[in-house]
């Protein structure tokens, strides 16, 4: 009897016993260690040990000097320790978009598109009849011709006006989006570490606009007892302090930076895991972590209306669940006409790639 003869598929295991495969689990446990090489290097070790990661014909000694060759360490600094590179510190940053936002391909510049069709620059796939007026690059040759070769056929053709359709262009806006970090105590208390998903989301996300976006600019700002801004090269390396939560600071250094920036389109993204905590007045902190202090509040809730009326949607993904932090959340989105997303550590990433393009808005 001639057929097929089914049974169970029990596929092979396959080990990381390439390059590319340990390079890719170097690189997340790179984020845990807060970029510390060595340590990194001593924990993938132990995985190897536990797990046969690697074999005889590649080990973790050619993995190493692989990674030198290769450009992504260097042990060329004052210490002689190993150290990531430009290029490392960016194959994280492609790793975080990949694993949070799939792999994307790369595209113009600016490409946030508004629900106003007309002399834009990207081609949209609507199709109309030609009106007077329209440029000669929005016209569509293949489907004019084939209109041509339906309406007067092939023996006696011409192309006239009713036979054009042109290609309906599309606006672009620019967005300059400013990405708030809480680096307080709290975001790895109870043994929960919520600082290395906001990195990785952090990371992932200025990727995207360096690549996808690059007419589109992203400050990314820390905030604890104080605010401040760092580099999209630092989110490796940052870690959590003995913090309070200022979020008032937060919000006047993003205005701040926003102030400076040109672009029509202006949105804040808050990644926080706690209520505002701390102010400061003077020299001094004036703190209280017993509770949504009035004080603090006001000031907070003061600083979302001035967003509101600047036109700068505040978006707040909230890593917590307990009832009066969702309050709070829920009283400061309103004062700010803004968004709140009351997320899981797991899901983060989606939420913000997702709020980031449905944010594309301008006014014409």
């Known amino acids: 009897m001639i057929g097929y003869r089914f049974g169970e598929f029990i596929p092979e295991k396959k080990k990381a016993n390439n390059f590319d495969d340990l390079l890719n689990i170097f690189m997340q446990i790179m984020l845990v260690t807060v970029g510390d090489v060595g340590e990194a290097l001593q924990w993938l070790t132990n995985l190897d040990k536990q797990y046969n990661l690697t074999n005889d014909a590649y080990g973790i000694g050619d993995f190493i000097r692989d990674l030198k060759d290769k450009g992504y360490l260097t042990e060329e600094n004052v210490k002689g320790a190993f150290k990531l590179t430009a290029k490392g510190e960016q194959k994280i940053r492609k790793n975080a978009l990949e694993e949070i936002f799939g792999k994307l391909k790369k595209a113009g510049g600016g490409n946030h598109r508004t629900h106003y069709s007309g002399l834009g620059d990207e081609k949209s796939t609507d199709r109309r009849n030609f009106r007077f007026g329209d440029s000669i690059q929005q016209i569509s040759m293949t489907d004019s011709i084939k209109n041509a070769h339906i309406n ?53 996300l200025a990727e995207l606009i360096t690549t996808r976006y690059p007419k589109d600019t992203l400050d990314i700002i820390v905030f604890g007892n104080d605010a401040w801004q760092i580099k999209i090269k630092d989110l490796p390396y940052l870690q959590v302090g003995p913090y309070h939560t200022n979020t008032v600071a937060g919000l006047e250094l993003a205005m701040d930076l926003l102030r400076r920036r040109k672009n029509t389109n202006k949105q804040i993204f808050m990644i926080t895991d706690g209520k505002p905590t701390c102010l400061k007045q003077g020299i001094k902190y004036y703190k209280n972590s017993f509770g949504l202090d009035s004080k603090i509040l006001n000031k907070t809730l003061n600083l979302a209306i001035q967003c509101r009326k600047l036109s700068i949607p505040v978006t707040t993904f909230m890593i917590a669940t307990d009832p009066y932090l969702k309050e709070f959340v829920k009283e400061f989105t309103k004062a700010n006409n803004g968004n709140a997303y009351y997320s899981g550590l797991q899901g983060l990433g989606n939420l913000v790639f997702e709020d980031y393009k449905r944010n594309r808005r301008k006014n014409i």
Do not use: W
């Open 152 to 204: 007067h056929g092939l023996s006696d053709f011409m192309l006239t006006e009713e036979d054009l359709e042109v290609v309906e262009n599309e606006y672009k806006t620019q967005t300059s989006t400013v990405l708030m970090i809480d680096i307080s105590h709290s975001m790895i208390l109870y043994g929960e570490d919520r600082i290395t998903p906001a990195k990785k989301v952090a990371m992932a």
